[in-house]
Each structure stands twice: as C-alpha cells, then as structure tokens.
C-alpha cells in the first residue's frame, strides 16, 4: 500500500530555513514525479514545487523562486524542500504529493498520492 508522509515542519522567524522532508513507500519511487503543495487557512491548495522522476528538472512556483529548493535521493525513496528565507506569507500546510506523470508538473489532479501534511508557521 502506497504511503506518503511529510516531516520536518514547525514554527519559525523570518528570515529563518526550514527543510521538509517527504518520505514515499509501498511505489516504485523512481518513475514517480513528487511535488510539494501548501494550503494556507481559507485559501485553496497552491502548486510550491514539483521535481521529475530522474531528479534533474524542478518547477517552482513564483512566490518561492529564488528562496526554495526541491532535491531528490532515490536511493532513500525520500523528496525535500530546502526553505530558506521564510516569510510570513509562506506560513500553511505543507503537503508532499506523488504522481504516475514522471514530468515536472504543477496539477493537483495528476497527483495520485497524497500525505497527510506538516504544519509551517513563520512569524513576523
């Protein structure tokens, strides 16, 4: 059984890093495209990064150009996103997301599983 779980959120400074990490099982992690959402309260769930199966193309929202960084170690069936520079803006719910579409993609539809989310918080 397919199992997606998310770690490594928590209550943060601006300015500060945080790094999630996205644990996969139960697939084979290595034709699995993996991104990250975040769902902010009262707001739709929102594309953050997405990373291919081979790891050597990642997609970025706007928002977090320049500041966040999706890496992959197939070896580990294991996704990150190196957050840095955080900002108030950023605080949601993270959720990692695994889809069949090996490519870079930024669709929640094409997201075939789904962990549970961690929680971030960045204060002013």
């Known amino acids: 059984q397919a199992q997606v779980a998310e770690s490594g959120g928590g209550s943060v400074q601006t300015g500060d890093s945080l790094r999630l990490s996205c644990a996969v099982s139960?697939?084979?992690?290595?034709?699995?495209?993996v991104a990250w959402f975040r769902q902010a309260p009262g707001k739709e769930r929102e594309f953050v990064a997405s990373?291919?199966?081979?790891?050597?193309?990642?997609r970025y929202a706007d928002s977090v150009v320049g500041r966040f960084t999706i890496s992959r170690v197939n070896a580990m069936n294991t996704v990150y996103l190196q957050m840095n520079s955080l900002k108030p803006e950023d605080t949601a719910v993270y959720y990692c997301?695994?889809?069949?579409?090996?490519?870079?993609?930024?669709?929640?539809?094409?997201?075939?599983?789904w962990g549970q989310g961690t929680q971030v918080t960045v204060s002013s």
């Open positions: 139960g697939l084979p992690f290595t034709v699995y495209a």
């Open positions: 990373i291919d199966w081979t790891g050597d193309r990642t």
């Open positions: 997301a695994a889809s069949w579409n090996g490519g870079v993609i930024n669709t929640r539809s094409a997201f075939n599983y």
